[in-house]
């Protein structure tokens, strides 16, 4: 079973920065993506970034040029980071880590997902 954990979230100031972590951890065969979502209250989860494997990331028109995401040169260590800049109030939301990739071999994709870490932005 793979198991998500994220880190970094907080209180920022408009204009500042976090830098959020979630790493991985269990038995997978091979990861297919993973990326960053996002829920405001009120809101439906939406994609922030993703970064699939062996190709160029992809972003929401809305963080485009202020957020990079990235994964460990390591690939043993399964770890996705997103580097957040220039943060807006209406960047404020539960932010969630996902993992798409196959548990063995011969298994479908699957889907997982961390528990959130808050991030609000707020003078």
């Known amino acids: 079973q793979v198991q998500l954990v994220e880190s970094g979230g907080g209180l920022v100031q408009p204009g500042g920065s976090l830098r959020l972590s979630c790493s991985a951890s269990?038995?997978?065969?091979?990861?297919?993506?993973m990326g960053w979502y996002r829920q405001a209250p009120g809101k439906q989860r939406e994609l922030v970034a993703t970064?699939?494997?062996?190709?160029?990331?992809?972003?929401a028109d809305s963080v485009k040029g202020r957020f990079i995401i990235s994964r460990s040169r390591d690939n043993a260590k399964n770890t996705v980071y997103l580097q957040m800049n220039s943060l807006k109030p209406e960047d404020t939301a539960v932010y969630y880590c996902?993992?798409?990739?196959?548990?063995?071999?011969?298994?479908?994709?699957?889907?997982?997902w961390g528990q959130g870490t808050q991030v609000t932005v707020s003078s």
């Open positions: 996902n993992l798409a990739g196959r548990p063995t071999s011969a298994s479908p994709i699957v889907g997982y």
């Open positions: 269990g038995s997978i065969f091979t990861i297919t993506n």
């Open positions: 970064i699939p494997t062996g190709v160029s990331p992809t972003y």
